[in-house]
């Protein structure tokens, strides 16, 4: 099992930016790729970004694409969710999630961060 601690979050105005991390521990080295989610308050919960901890390759929801950047230190077992260009829509707690296959089941989650935009 993977744990995964996020951090990051804030309250922040539109248009202003904040960087989410995501450190993970314990069996580490079963990680093929982590995702950052999100879920709005009486929403169900979605996709924001993708990364494999090999070799970078990274995914996009259409929704953040060009606005966010999910990255990785494998030196520090860390990935990063760096969020520009902030909407009020992008109001939702985030979580990071490990998927140890690479077959997009994730199966361990973050406790999640509030990120909250206002207008």
Not at 21 to 40: D, E, K, L, P, V
Not at 48 to 57: D, H, L, M, Q
Not at 79 to 89: A, F, G, I, R
């Amino acid at each position: 099992q993977v744990q995964l601690v996020e951090s990051g979050g804030g309250l922040v105005q539109a248009g202003g930016s904040l960087r989410l991390s995501c450190a993970a521990s314990g069996r580490t080295f079963s990680r093929y790729a982590m995702g950052w989610f999100r879920q709005a308050p009486g929403e169900e919960r979605e996709f924001v970004a993708r990364i494999t901890w090999s070799y970078g390759i990274t995914y996009y929801s259409n929704s953040v694409k060009g606005r966010f950047t999910i990255s990785r230190d494998n030196a520090k077992n860390t990935v990063y969710l760096q969020m520009n260009s902030l909407k009020p829509e992008d109001t939702a707690v985030y979580y990071c999630a490990a998927d140890s296959d690479g077959n997009y089941v994730y199966e361990s989650w973050g406790q999640g961060t509030q990120v909250t935009v206002s207008a």
